[in-house]
């Protein structure tokens, strides 16, 4: 028997894909299967710390952990998934470097791609809400927060400094409640660091659609959560959600608006892309597994796990979106797909779950455990000690420690460690009477509208004068960009308004290589300037 | 006496800037000075130890110290200094989110920006070589190269992954130095995580213009560092010195072309645009000032100190820029301010210096140190010792030890920790003979012609067809976005070219924004198909 290893392909890197990995490294020689996984990033994030990373109670390098270690003898290929041919049982994966596409055959597949935020249907939130699943979202998020304190304390005007001292979370799971007390726990820490903010209020804001936070938890212990949030300052908004948002405010779908600088969204979750694209039986979008946690129609050569796949236990239980759930799931595929491979008993899923754990920020947490529920400090202890044993390797359970010892010692770090400015073309919405830009302001970007109608308003000596209505199409903002003034005019959203917004720096690179653009906005700036002369000095749209 | 706290301005947040606050809140209290500094970031960089975050050695945040608690009392304003007005004694500050210019009068000026990389004249440095001063230089770098590493391991070609696995350091100073060794550490360290890298030998070279490495140290010591960075496998190249770089080699002036996917440069430095358009005494640039530390014309009123002035001792010597003379001219500079703003006696910059220590790597360095010259792992940890001891804070204290005792015990971070991809629209630089893209490729942007000529080939049954020649102002590459096919021709620059290249996304966000745009690109595919067409069905120019 001297046949080819078979090629098992793992698709996704988080819990299910990792450990599936890791299951089989260990039941497969190397001779049997060659294992190769497919994630976007060259780490694992540990979902249940990522919270941590915003009050920097964790460095941010350990509450991930390099998937080349966890699966030393797995060949990683850190690229995206583009396709998935189940016939022809063929995956395309994006170019590197090389500009090429990767196709990779497979014998046996896993896919476990997870979810992804999506706002499809919720105008502004792609363009203002920032999602917190990876750890790059962690990152933006906390160096997004230090801007903001930084600003607040430059900042002048009380009401614009509560705005930039409001912070607002949307959805009241798991991973909303421990992100917004994160927040707030940094917020009170720092805020002493900030000559102007020591004595100034901050405001922590989390929605949720249904009448408790917490759903995946009794009532007990959610009303208990909430009591304790609300301890600590944060205020709960229930039944409600999320409905649009601009660049200064959060809009609910009561019509409640919350000006903020900050909005953090957790939820809704979709498929991604490659899964939504799949033809192969699905249960609501995911995709349809047999208690082997096979694929249906492909037994013995796709599998799919994590909270892409609809599973449900040999008991007939739905299985929901957890870690400790999708390490079982894990185990079980590796089994099936090491019998699949060289024979041996097959398994069944039957994993009906241990309990619940979520953290309330320092020093408070609640818990369900075998149908003991605990709350409080006790709580807390059991949280950071069943997570800091559950995280894999010894190095990362040693680095954790410290850092939470050290953090009990020193202040949270302060540093932001942004890497490069916003750059490219930008989108931005508009609510109905919402200012794009003031006149006086300096000219930083030329907007082109979408969709919507704006105004164009010129105060002069105390009064306001309407110079003209823009639509799809127009442009504006040109005119500060190609004199270097500051805007001569304000533009108003009569609409609901979506532009393009490109920077300065783009548009002098586009007015340079590209003449077309160029002409566009000097004939336009021309035309503007003319109408403005012809009208009795009237600087028309000289925005 | 009650009259209102002067203000003093410092700008800059580097050694001579945070430790002129420090003193100063020292020596005047709240009611006679009010001090404010100006920096970039919030937080004050630990040069010595910068390039210990490449491998690791070091967490990201650690090497860095919030400006905030390192000078409690000073107002810190996180935005750019755009202008300095002697005259009026007003600067003027970067917009923060309200796009609106801060104007800052003072009665005192501490002018202390340092100095920044500059490539003029070298062309496609801007675009390919990484600059090392900041911490996001080395995020930046250091997750370049774990992206360099992943892509090596998945590349097949083994030319594409000699080049891949080449590293260039432009300057073999202290900076230069320590990044090569830091690099080449790092490198031996993880490649054994990479199934197919294990066995794979790296290439790390130093370019350096001088006839030997570190010309601040005696050559003793230098011929020393040279021969334990060659036995760690670093080649040294001397007498030459990087010319230009395409984003696949470096250019040396010698002629040597050197295949490589990272290119680090440590020189030349220049001043930054506001010192260089300050109309005031100058020294080959820098800001001219006596004894005292204070600018020629504005005694009592303008100090200038660090990098960005050219400072003579009282005994005459010329002052290096060093940290160690930055932290001695903070604390004249800051006696003489406290002098002039409460009376008291002024003093002159006598220090002469107390040695230098420079970095080789792991268990490796070289120092002189009041004339003693010390060599290997004595001097490393001497090295390590002064440094620890220099860092200020207790809490940096301890974790940058508790970093360096667990690098002992676990091996280097793994994780890539980029925040974004890059968007926007790029330059990047050819020599002639370069492909800039191939037929075959996918089409993931649009190239505008800044400069030189390209030519386009097309490669039908193994032979090559020039189909034309494109000069200053045209585009190519538009076809394969707008019909979403790969590449059918390959572009090569027949001179030294400069190009615009404007990313898939911005390009669709701009053909829907901007119609004049999207005609300029759909009447140019139309012309080129239809020539294509008329010319016996050759593809003349589909790329």
């Known amino acids: 028997m001297n046949t080819d290893p078979k090629r098992v392909l793992v698709l996704g890197g988080g819990f299910a894909g990792v450990y599936t990995a890791r299951y089989l490294e260990k039941l497969l020689w190397a001779e049997q299967a060659s ?34 270690r966890l699966c030393s ?30 196709l990779l055959e497979y014998d046996h597949l896993v896919i476990a791609l997870g979810n992804i935020t999506n706002f499809h249907g919720m105008p502004g939130m792609i363009e203002n809400a920032m999602p917190f699943r990876t750890l790059a979202d962690a990152m933006a998020l906390r160096n ?58 901050h405001r922590c804001v989390i929605v949720q659609a249904g009448d408790r936070v917490l759903p995946e938890m009794p009532e007990a212990l959610a009303i208990f959560a909430q009591r304790i949030l609300r301890k600590r300052g944060v205020e709960i908004i229930l039944n409600d959600r ?16 919350i000006l903020c600088k900050t909005l953090i969204s957790t939820v809704p979750s979709a498929l ?64 099936n797909i090491a019998a699949a491979v060289r024979g041996g008993e097959r398994v069944e899923f039957g994993f009906e779950g241990l309990g619940t754990l979520g953290s309330l920020g320092h020093g408070a947490a609640v818990a369900q455990i075998c149908g003991v529920k605990v709350s409080g400090l006790l709580a807390w202890f059991l949280w950071r ?24 010692l020193f202040p949270p770090e302060l540093a932001q460690t942004k890497v490069a400015g916003e750059s490219g073309i930008r989108n931005q919405h508009f609510e109905p009477g919402d200012i794009i830009f003031q006149q006086g302001d300096l000219g930083d970007s030329v907007y082109v509208i979408e969709d919507g109608e704006c105004e164009v308003v010129c105060e002069r000596k105390g009064e306001q004068e309407l110079l003209a209505t823009l639509g799809h199409g127009e442009y504006f903002g040109e005119m500060a960009l190609l004199s270097d003034k500051t805007r001569n005019a304000t533009i108003r959203a009569c609409s ?25 906005f000097a004939e336009l700036a021309k035309r503007r300037a003319d109408a403005g002369s012809s009208q009795s000095s009237r600087p028309y749209l000289r925005a």
């Open 496 to 520: 609901a308004v979506n532009v393009s917004i490109i920077s300065k720096a783009d548009f002098n690179k586009l007015r340079r290589s590209v003449p077309a653009f160029a002409e566009v």
């Open 385 to 408: 000690s069943v997570y800091l044993m559950k995280m894999p390797g010894l190095n990362r359970k040693v680095r954790i420690a410290t850092d939470w010892l050290l953090r009990l």
């Open 272 to 335: 991604p892309q490659v899964i939504q694209k799949l033809d192969c039986p699905k249960e609501r979008g995911k995709l349809l597994v047999n208690t082997s946690l096979e694929l249906k129609d492909y037994e013995g050569t796709v599998w799919a796990l994590g909270d892409c796949a609809s599973i449900k236990t040999v008991a007939g239980t739905k299985v929901p979106p957890t870690a400790q759930h999708a390490i079982r799931e894990a185990t079980t595929a590796a089994i």
């Open 144 to 201: 997004h927060l230090i801007q903001v304190l930084e600003e607040a304390d430059v900042e002048e005007n009380p009401e614009l400094r509560r705005q930039l001292l409001t912070f607002v979370v949307g959805g009241g799971g798991f991973s909303g409640v421990e992100v917004i007390a994160e927040l707030n726990d940094f917020l009170h820490l720092v805020k002493r660091n900030y000559l102007h903010l020591r004595n100034e209020p």
């Open 73 to 102: 003898r797995t060949n990683l290929i850190m690229r995206e998934v583009e396709n998935i041919d189940l016939k022809t049982q063929v995956v395309t994966i994006s170019p590197g470097f090389r500009p090429r596409q990767l």
């Open 242 to 257: 999320l409905k649009a948002a601009t660049s200064e405010k959060a809009i609910l779908q009561s019509g409640t608006e």
């Open 35 to 68: 294992i190769t996984l497919i994630n976007r990033e060259n780490y694992w994030v540990y979902q249940p710390m990522l919270p941590e990373v915003i009050s920097g109670s964790i460095g941010l390098t350990n509450v991930v952990s390099p998937i080349r």
